[in-house]
């Protein structure tokens, strides 16, 4: 394991804080759509499925590693395989936001009938963004890390 410089360790901690703020604000809609799915699986007569609650862990999980994944490069950590896993990961979050936003939002709001049918529509179309906003910063705290961390010696 290499010892990271004092430079490096104050912005690979204050990567790290960003990360984990980013995370938390991330998991909320999650968690929403986790207990969604779940509750709709239970009530709902052969309406439910499991794409939702099983997306939003999914997508929680590939959020996780993608995330750890940024602190250990920030720690000028050495590579290792799981990260690899991380990033294929990444595609997750992004593709299950869109499902939520897309066939469960917007497309209830193009085929229901009612106003109950066009609430649920929105509350799905609002969630799928929010868990987009999400992702995206966790992304740009990627990026910001990579930026920060250049020109540091043993650079990640």
Do not use: N
């Not at 497309?107 to 995206?136: C, D, N, P, Y």
């Not at 990627?142 to 250049?150: D, F, P, S, W, Y």
């Amino acid at each position: 394991m290499t010892e990271a410089s004092p430079p490096r360790q104050v912005v690979a901690t204050a990567v790290q804080e960003l990360v984990a703020a980013r995370l938390g604000r991330g998991f909320v809609p999650l968690t929403i759509l986790l207990v969604v799915g779940v509750a709709q699986g239970l009530f709902a007569s052969g309406e439910g499925d499991l794409l939702l609650p099983l997306g939003a862990v999914g997508a929680g999980c590939a959020m996780l590693a993608y995330g750890l994944r940024i602190s250990q490069r920030a720690f000028a950590l050495p590579h290792r395989a799981w990260m690899s896993w991380a990033m294929l990961g990444s595609l997750v979050p992004p593709l299950f936001a869109l499902y939520v936003l897309g066939w469960r939002g917007l497309r209830q709001l193009a085929t229901g009938r009612g106003l109950g049918e066009f609430g649920i529509g929105i509350a799905f179309a609002v969630l799928g963004t929010w868990t987009m906003r999400s992702w995206m910063k966790v992304v740009e705290v990627e990026r910001l890390a990579r930026v920060m961390t250049m020109d540091m010696e043993g650079g990640a």
